[in-house]
């Protein structure tokens, strides 16, 4: 294939350098789910760790990188999985690192973000004004901004998920399809590059909401398209504005790029909760969401889904899952 | 120490034989769930495979001696998981598996049982009912009887969790206590066993209902305790009468056996859901709940807790999150 932005020797190598708590998640069939679904399913589970996403194999490689070049601050815009992987990375790096979110953020991700000792900046509009901020502040305090997707740690750490689905001893691709939610893009094209690189017969399917889905529109008509909003509970991959180099690897590496409903995206989540015992976030029940819109597609199919997140907010999420407010 | 049944080299040789998709499961701080409980708290997560519990470690070890010397059918007693696994590991070696269990156990998981391909038998009484009948299908049918917690192979691939916990390079033992629930007595023997040999300074904490008190009273009084009932939505660890040679054993790796409310259960499953994002069985919240009902005697130092199972009905779950009914 042609050339992505992404080095398979060094995402080899970035394995070297993230903590292991990231690595080697568990890989493994959920039978429970393929009556219900019509497929062989399997998941990649990226929320059993300290972080409960898949963002800090990313964050590991930036702050391991800072500090080793004796950098002592960092700043990055999220939507709240980011920031808590670099406060994470950060804080046993001694870096000092800020966060700047919408103020419109999952609270849960924003307390976390505090809770491990970031400094935490809200901006009264959605993630694009965020990234606007943080740009800033990068400028004015002279430090790195690290940006999701567009920095290729981000997508070189994501793709070690992709040497665990293809490779031995983690995995071997006995599978047809993998399902990675798509957002910012680092996700996407980092398993993208992975599996076209070794697995090249392996499908590998994007999704997004339809109400934010300006990356896979990007996608499907070979260059940027932005949106005037992103309407969805999948607060994880909310962008607007696709960045280029990011869909320029995409287009190498994604076999296609669909669109589902957010009552799909609920329906995933109640599914993966009732039937799988996974807590999910909205962006990690996507895959589920996809194979639910279109079931002749994949009949038959042994398909990974990636379960990429599980922070929420409690009440929000006994809401999708159909279960009134917490306890007190 | 005085010896156990179990051996620490056949334990390591165990980690050959076992399928991967049970072994180095993730291993991590929960920070979230530190300030409502007064510790650290590390989660050793063994619901991440296609049995939803850690009994497949055990199961695979069975399973792979009798394929190997050419034997066709096995038969088991369980309250669920361990036919759940029995069923797993014998089905992937052309084993004849029948699981006989009380018609009152968790629908979810008989339902699991018989999806895996396993011949079923219920009984109308509790778990101790299922073990005499188990028996008698063993001597009449003329195969192998897996007997949980008396037959070392279930002790020896629970013990497998603790060489994860005490060793590189999963584990590396910078904790106080592991706190593991008491049934049977595979999985405390067995992780009890590990971490006194490799690892003695930490602390081995047995957890048991208030309501299935057995093999607890019997580790108090040094001899076996058996009860009239077992009154407890914890399931997997309603035993009545205790297995000497288990008991030996955990008087030789246990320093102490406590029991808990099942309001303090029904608290931890609760926790673990909102602030961890884990979905648990009761039995995997005995941990979190000997925390809450003894702060003072944990505070400030790091626990492990073994989050053993997440095989639960639907219904009965919401119920104990305080979440309804399934939505339709």
């Not at 990356?215 to 940027?224: K, M, N, P």
Request: glycine share 10%; with cysteine.
């Amino acid at each position: 294939m042609q050339q992505t932005r992404l080095d398979t020797a060094r995402i080899r190598a970035a394995r070297r350098v993230i903590d292991p708590v990231f690595l080697n998640t568990p890989l493994y069939r959920c039978e429970a789910l393929e009556p219900l679904l019509g497929c062989a399913v399997s998941v990649k589970l990226e929320t059993a760790n300290p972080v409960r996403s898949f963002k800090g194999r990313g964050t590991e490689l930036v702050a391991s990188a800072l500090a080793g070049r004796g950098e002592r601050a960092v700043v990055c815009a999220s939507a709240g999985n980011l920031g808590q992987a670099l406060a994470w990375s950060g804080r046993g790096r001694g870096l000092a690192v800020t966060v700047v979110a919408s103020r419109f953020a999952t609270a849960a991700k924003l307390d976390r973000i505090r809770a491990l000792g970031a400094r935490l900046e809200l901006v009264d509009g959605d993630h694009e004004l965020a990234r606007d901020r943080a740009a800033a502040i990068a400028r004015s305090d002279g430090i790195r901004l690290v940006e999701d997707s567009l920095d290729v740690e981000t997508c070189e750490g994501a793709a070690t998920i992709g040497l665990e689905l293809v490779e031995p001893p983690y995995g071997a691709a006995p599978f047809d399809t993998v399902l990675v939610a798509l957002g910012g893009g680092a996700l996407a094209t980092g398993v993208g590059h992975v599996v076209k690189a070794l697995a090249p017969g392996v499908e590998v399917i994007c999704v997004q909401p339809l109400g934010a889905p300006a990356l896979t529109l990007s996608w499907r008509q070979r260059g940027v398209v932005t949106t005037e909003s992103a309407e969805t509970i999948a607060d994880g991959v909310a962008g607007r504005r696709p960045i280029p180099a990011v869909l320029d690897d995409l287009l190498l590496v994604a076999d296609d790029a669909v669109l589902v409903r957010e009552e799909s995206i609920v329906t995933g989540m109640r599914m993966l909760l009732d039937h799988a015992g996974l807590v999910v976030e909205p962006s990690a029940a996507l895959g589920v969401a996809a194979i639910l819109e279109d079931r002749a597609r994949f009949a038959g199919r042994h398909v990974v889904t990636v379960v990429c997140g599980s922070n929420v907010d409690v009440d929000a999420y006994r809401g999708w899952i159909g279960a009134g407010a917490a306890p007190s």
